[in-house]
């Protein structure tokens, strides 16, 4: 489980950063 939070916020997220998902996933993670 914490292999995918970290993949989340430092693998996933860099994909869909550029689309808007940044701040949807921080607010999520945090």
């Given at each position: 489980?914490g ?6 916020r ?6 869909s950063?550029?689309?808007?998902p940044k ?5 999520a993670?945090?």
């Amino acid at each position: 489980m914490g292999d995918a939070r970290l993949g989340q916020r430092g693998g996933r997220p860099l994909s869909s950063k550029s689309n808007r998902p940044k701040l949807s996933i921080p607010q999520a993670c945090r």
